[in-house]
């Protein structure tokens, strides 16, 4: 059984994880010179969405509603991510953007979200 400051430290440190991946998106598109397309724009939101569940843990304490929402956002994330990959799965598809470490944004994207979900399930 994890105890409760335990558990606190582990959801600042998923929102730290959240800002970063932020953060790296939003400095790519700024020194970059990549501008986000509508999906991309929408896998920010669930990012955004996804620190909804360790902000209120942090806040208030753990209750398990909160690793629901995180999960809840999560899925709908990866489900944008998803979609932007299925678009450019096609052989000889260049993609969106440059790759990073050897992925797209958007794999990354959904790498992640399904992390945070598998997280948030032990969590639970």
């Known amino acids: 059984m994890i105890s409760h400051k335990t558990e606190g430290l582990l959801n600042v440190a998923a929102l730290f994880a959240i800002s970063a991946v932020l953060l790296v998106a939003f400095a790519d598109q700024i020194f970059g010179g990549e501008l986000p397309c509508p999906l991309c724009l929408l896998q920010r939101g669930g ?21 629901g929402v995180t999960i809840l956002a999560g899925l709908v994330g990866a489900g ?29 994207a959904f790498v992640v979200f399904v992390v945070a979900i598998a997280a948030c399930a032990a969590m639970l």
């Open 80 to 108: 944008f991510a998803m979609r932007q990959v299925l678009l450019h799965i096609q052989p000889g598809d260049a993609g969106y953007g440059a790759p990073f470490l050897g992925l797209h944004f958007y794999t990354w």
């Open 47 to 67: 990012f955004l969405l996804l620190a909804i569940g360790p902000v209120l843990t942090v806040a208030r304490g753990p209750h398990p509603a909160h690793y």
